[in-house]
């Protein structure tokens, strides 16, 4: 890529306007529908160098341009135009007159009569569509690789998954390349992607927005959502598209649920899964110590919910995928995506009298979820456990793709509102982030709770686009002969590795001089007697931590880390028999301070 491409696309990331900017500054007459609609061209032109993946179908700029023009005459007539000028992608199985609708597929495509609902009123507000994404197949997966048109990366790391099925909707609001896009969300499509790419990601209560033009996953819990920058814009996207649409059988009217938010439930400590990922928990943890200035936070037990979202995929509601998708399985089976293919294929052999035993065991799980609502006011629940780098997404698609559903997959088959906001960033550039999920039409009293906790967290400005492929690296602690000046620090000053800094771990670890090591090296235990110990950490290339690893010698290890401030990085560890005849030095704090007793 040119250096005044990358110049362009970083300023992008760093001064983009959203939703309610840049409709203010078209009403206003600061700019024109016009200027907005060149601008966001010529990002697109200029990312296409990073990952044209994102799209499977864009307006040509002639059509752009002349709805931009005409949205500028519309104001100049003196309408007021609540979306003015903005530009926004659409996920492709949701229709858009004049584009194909391919759900990715290309033997499935078809040219919409239409607009669908929610397109109509966006266009009607004087927003302006540039573009279909991509997306997991017929919206089947949470990842983003299941695409024949190409896999959508992360924009912040290109390594790791942008997260699906809403993949290329995600991304072209996290390049900057959009103010708002449309995804959609059955298990978790709208959520998943605003995590990974710290974005807003808004799934409203099942029928507050139509469902109408869209290509069905599971019809009965499909929502259609929203990804933005802020929730100031995701609430006034809501505001233009929520309204009942009566050729929608699954619309219904508008209702506004208020959330008193004096207790907020949460997963029992024992039941948060996090996949190895340290990261996430240590994240997840600050956003409760944040939220707990909204209200109480209430341990509650998951299995139900859990058991709930087993039924998506592990039963009958598999049939209502494969319903959605007969036509292509018996016409053309071999166009669908093998994993899709896979997951959906079983529901064809699942029996009337095992869909009604899930419709009942379901019913009983909605009861016991409303009656959560008589004790709780809002869930805030990690919207993931880990994220995954693309190559391993593709060694393990099923597997890895069902880790990323854990905290999301129940919350439509139980009739709830959810809203995904930001809540911090790993050290690999992808984004953490927690759902807040309410009872059903409590959407705007979610809104109102994001609002209360981003102002408590206080997060981190969002990390710079990926945009030729970040080095993958790994953060390491080193307590012993690797620090500074020791006798081995130059096995880390030949791979290149970066200091980061002078740490503390976290009060629980033991240190001791080990007996008859040449040279001298000392042995870091866990220990819930222990005490903080001085270490130093430094950042290595993937590779080179590899070559470094395998250089260890027993009865060393490496292993993860807790530092002070609650967070994990890799470090040295140690076997059981590195204590025979080893010496406590635990008093001493550190290593440095051992080898100037020494001294």
């Known amino acids: 890529m040119s250096g005044s491409a990358i110049t362009a696309l970083t300023a992008t990331a760093a001064g983009r306007l959203g939703v309610q900017d840049i409709a203010a500054a078209v009403r206003g007459g600061a700019t024109s529908a016009l200027a907005v609609a060149q601008d966001a061209l010529a990002r697109i032109e200029a990312y296409d160098a990073v990952q044209p993946q994102i799209w499977i179908s864009r307006a040509s700029r002639e059509d752009v341009l002349a709805a931009a023009r005409a949205v500028d005459a519309r104001v100049a007539a003196g309408e007021d135009l609540p979306l003015a000028g903005v530009p926004f992608a659409v996920k492709d199985n949701i229709d858009v007159s004049g584009l194909e609708t391919t759900a990715a597929c290309p033997a499935f495509a078809y040219e919409p009569e239409s607009d669908a609902d929610v397109v109509a009123r966006l266009l009607a507000a004087g927003a302006i569509c540039l573009g279909k994404t991509n997306l997991d197949q017929f919206a089947t997966g949470l990842n983003g690789t299941r695409s024949p048109y190409g896999i959508p990366r992360n924009a912040s790391n290109l390594a790791y998954v942008s997260g699906g099925s809403s993949s290329g909707s995600s991304i072209a609001v996290a390049a900057g390349l959009v103010a708002f896009a449309l995804g959609t969300d059955t298990a978790g499509s709208g959520r998943v992607p605003a995590a990974f790419n710290h974005l807003i990601g808004f799934k409203p209560t099942k029928g507050r927005w139509s469902t109408r033009g869209l290509v069905p996953a599971c019809r009965s819990i499909d929502c259609i959502t929203v990804f933005t920058d802020s929730t100031a814009d995701a609430r006034l996207v809501d505001g233009v598209v929520a309204g009942f649409d009566p050729a929608d059988p699954y619309s219904k009217p ?48 998951l299995a139900p919910l859990l058991e709930a979202a087993q039924l998506l995929y592990g039963g009958p509601w598999v049939a209502e995928r494969t319903a959605a998708m007969a036509g292509i399985l018996a016409s053309n089976p071999l166009a669908v995506d093998p994993t899709v293919r896979a997951v959906v294929e079983p529901g064809a052999a699942i029996a009337a009298t095992e869909l009604w035993n899930g419709i009942y065991r379901m019913a009983d799980l909605k009861r016991h979820a409303d009656l959560l609502w008589n004790e709780l006011d809002m869930l805030a629940f990690p919207t993931t456990g880990t994220t995954y780098r693309v190559a391993e997404m593709l060694a393990a698609p099923v597997a890895l793709n069902s880790n990323l559903g854990l905290y999301t997959n129940f919350v439509n088959l139980l009739d709830m509102a959810a809203l995904a906001v930001p809540a911090g960033i790993r050290a690999n550039a992808t984004g953490f982030g927690i759902t807040l999920i309410g009872p059903a039409d409590s959407d705007r009293a979610l809104f109102d709770a994001a609002d209360t906790y981003l102002s408590a967290a206080a997060l981190p400005s969002t990390p710079p686009l990926d945009l030729e492929g970040k080095m993958q690296t790994v953060k390491l602690a080193v307590v012993g002969a690797h620090l500074k000046d020791m006798p081995l620090h130059w096995q880390l000053t030949s791979r290149d590795a970066e200091f980061v800094g002078a740490f503390e771990t976290a009060p629980n670890y033991r240190l001791y001089a080990m007996a008859d090591s040449v040279p001298p090296k000392p042995a870091l235990v866990h220990s819930a007697d222990g005490a903080p110990i001085k270490v130093e950490v430094y950042e290595l290339g993937v590779a080179e931590f590899g070559s470094f690893v395998v250089d260890v010698p027993a009865p060393l290890a490496i292993g993860t880390v807790t530092l002070a401030d609650g967070s994990s990085v890799k470090g040295f560890v140690a076997e059981p028999r590195a204590l025979d005849g080893a010496e406590d030095i635990t008093s001493l704090g550190g290593w440095r301070a051992f080898v100037a007793r020494a001294a």
């Open 254 to 301: 508008l209702a506004d649920r208020p959330l008193a938010l004096r207790r907020i439930g949460v997963p029992r400590r024992e039941q948060r899964v996090w996949f190895g990922d340290g990261e996430s928990e240590y994240l997840y943890d600050q956003a409760l110590a944040h939220l707990a200035a909204l209200g109480e936070i209430v341990e509650i037990d």
